[in-house]
């Protein structure tokens, strides 16, 4: 690997990302003390984790993603969102886009508006899980939407301890991988206000997609059967759309800077 590595920075309602452009495969995923040191916003670039934007044979792109502890995931919801935005930087006659994942095969759009409209195809059945011993919800579910999810409905999200509570429960013994954390509250009909304690991030992200799309789908299966949910995150406003039988995530991903680190 060279001494110098260029890349671009992207941002998804606050949940930011290194991109780099790997068509030649030029970068190392496992290299992950590398990554690591990249991700650190003290010593490094600063960023949530790592895209990889890769060739594909069959497909238009594919993504490899990396958290910031530099462990490979499936699937990033708000990743993907910023991909596609570097993908139409590149391929700037093309609005759709067929990807492949870790965890499967995505499909993304570039709406006219800027925004990034996202299919969720990988999601597993949600289900009631009793977390009483965690916290107290009244209500709380597990499902995956490319990456495991836990949500919890209360009252209130701005005080709550969320760094102690996400450990507890991505640290807990009933989820083998881990799992991330969604706190909900209910803002009015169809508008959520949705923290999220990631792991490989361990800790709060501004922005999580697909723990946006987790916390729309347990609202939806337990308040209001609506097709449009508004998600307001710490970093910004999300929209997850639920069209003929598909779930979809929408909203911004844009490029705030590009650069070169020396190592």
Not at 193 to 210: I, N, P, S
Not at 215 to 221: G, I, L, N, P
Not at 235 to 256: N, T
Request: net charge negative.
């Amino acid at each position: 690997m060279s001494a110098k590595i260029s890349f671009d920075k992207y941002c998804g309602t606050g949940n930011d990302f290194i991109v780099l452009d790997n068509r030649t495969n030029s970068f190392d995923p496992k290299d992950s003390n590398l990554w690591q040191r990249l991700c650190d916003r003290r010593f490094g670039i600063g960023a949530d984790g790592v895209l990889f934007f890769n060739n594909s044979d069959e497909y238009d792109f594919e993504m490899v993603y990396l958290n910031a502890d530099g462990g490979e995931v499936g699937m990033c919801g708000n990743g993907a969102r910023a991909l596609t935005s570097f993908a139409k930087k590149i391929q700037f006659d093309k609005t759709s886009f067929t990807f492949k994942t870790r965890d499967g095969i995505y499909t993304s759009e570039v709406l006219k508006d800027g925004e990034i409209k996202l299919e969720m195809t990988q999601l597993e059945e949600i289900r009631a899980i009793d977390v009483s011993d965690i916290l107290k919800s009244s209500n709380s579910f597990y499902m995956n939407t490319g990456v495991p999810h836990s949500v919890y409905f209360l009252d209130s999200v701005n005080d709550i301890p969320l760094d102690e509570w996400g450990a507890k429960v991505r640290y807990d013994s009933r989820f083998s991988e881990g799992c991330n954390a969604n706190f909900v509250e209910i803002v009015s009909d169809g508008k959520l206000k949705v923290r999220t304690y990631e792991r490989g991030v361990e800790g709060e992200t501004l922005a999580c997609g697909t723990g946006a799309v987790a916390s729309a789908w347990a609202y939806r299966e337990l308040y209001k059967s609506i097709d449009s949910i508004d998600i307001k995150v710490p970093g910004g406003e999300l929209r997850i759309l639920f069209e003929d039988g598909k779930v979809f995530l929408c909203g911004k991903a844009e490029k705030i800077f590009s650069g070169v680190f020396e190592l």
